[in-house]
C-alpha cells in the first residue's frame, strides 16, 4: 500500500508527487492535505506501508498549514519519501522541517527529494516544470527506492541540506483580492487550505491566515481574484535573477 499525502494548493507538487507514485505502487490512497474536511485520523498506515510525504517550499520552510495538517498524522513506522516542491529559486530549509515533521508524526524517512515545479505564483519561471526530462528522473529515483525497499537491511537515516534554526518567514505581500467580477459562488472559500476566506463574505481575504498560496486564483470560475498588479511586477523583478536558468532536482536516498 502507498499513501500519498500530498499538500498542493496550485497542482504543482501533485503533478511531482503523481509521478513519483505511479512509479512506486499501483495501489494508492490518495489524502489531500490542503481538503480542511478531512480527518487525518482516518488514515492509519501500516509499518511495512509507503508513504509519500508532498509539500511545496514557501520561503524556504514548510507552509505552516501544511505542517499542522501533518502532525495530525499517526505514522506507526511507515517508511516516508519526503517531495518537496519550488519554484526554481531555493528550498533551503524545508526538506530539513519536513523530515523533522514526519519523524515527530511516527514515520521512518527513507529518501526524499526536492524537485521544481512552475513557480505558484510568478508562472513565468520554471514554466511548465516537472516536464518530461523531470519526470523520467522521478521515475529512475522511484526505481531506487523500490531497490532500496527489497533489501533486508535496516534504513539508515537520511541527512538532508539545511540548518536549525530554520530560516524565518514571515509569509509574502501578495494577497489575492477579489474584483467586480465575483459571483459570490463560495467555491474559493471551500477550497481555501487555510481557511482565509468565508462562505459568507467570499469577496474578503482574511491577511492574517492568507498563505498566498493562489489555490483561490486558481479555482475561481469566473477569473475574478487577482494580485495587486504594481507588487506583483517588483516583485517578479526582484525574483527574476535567482529564478532564471534551469535548476536541477536533488535526490536523496
Excluded at 492535505?33 to 485520523?41: G, N, P, W, Y
Excluded at 519519501?81 to 514515520?107: K, P
Excluded at 527529494?113 to 514554466?127: K, L, P, W
Aim: with cysteine; net charge positive.
Amino acid at each position: 500500500m502507498l499513501y500519498k499525502f500530498t499538500f498542493s494548493p496550485t497542482g504543482g507538487t501533485e503533478k511531482i508527487a503523481s509521478i513519483l507514485a505511479a512509479a512506486l505502487s499501483p495501489d494508492i490512497t490518495d489524502v489531500d492535505l490542503t481538503d480542511r474536511s478531512i480527518d487525518l485520523s482516518q488514515y492509519s498506515p501500516k509499518a511495512q506501508d509507503l508513504c509519500l510525504v508532498s509539500v511545496p517550499s514557501y520561503g524556504g520552510r514548510v507552509p505552516d498549514t501544511a505542517a499542522r495538517r501533518i502532525a495530525q498524522i499517526q505514522g506507526n513506522g511507515a517508511r516516508a519519501v519526503l517531495v518537496v516542491s519550488y519554484g526554481n529559486r531555493a528550498y533551503e530549509d524545508t526538506l530539513l522541517e519536513l523530515e523533522e515533521l514526519v519523524h515527530h508524526a511516527g514515520f521512518r524517512c527513507m529518501a526524499g527529494v526536492a524537485a521544481v515545479a512552475e513557480h505558484s505564483i510568478m508562472r513565468q519561471f520554471a514554466t511548465g516544470r516537472p516536464d518530461a526530462q523531470d519526470a523520467a528522473e522521478l521515475t529512475t529515483f522511484a526505481e531506487a527506492i523500490l531497490q532500496k525497499l527489497s533489501q533486508t537491511t535496516p534504513l539508515l537515516p537520511v541527512s538532508f541540506p539545511g540548518s536549525r534554526p530554520y530560516r524565518e518567514y514571515n509569509g509574502v505581500p501578495l494577497m489575492p483580492k477579489a474584483g467586480k467580477a465575483c459571483q459570490r459562488c463560495g467555491l474559493c472559500a471551500a477550497r481555501c487550505p487555510a481557511g482565509a476566506i468565508t462562505a459568507e463574505n467570499p469577496s474578503h481575504t482574511d491577511k492574517k491566515r492568507c498563505i498566498s498560496c493562489m489555490r483561490c486564483i486558481s479555482v475561481c470560475p469566473a477569473h475574478a481574484r487577482s494580485l495587486n498588479q504594481l507588487l506583483f511586477s517588483v516583485a517578479a523583478k526582484k525574483m527574476e535573477s535567482v529564478c532564471s536558468g534551469r535548476k536541477e532536482n536533488e535526490l536523496f536516498l
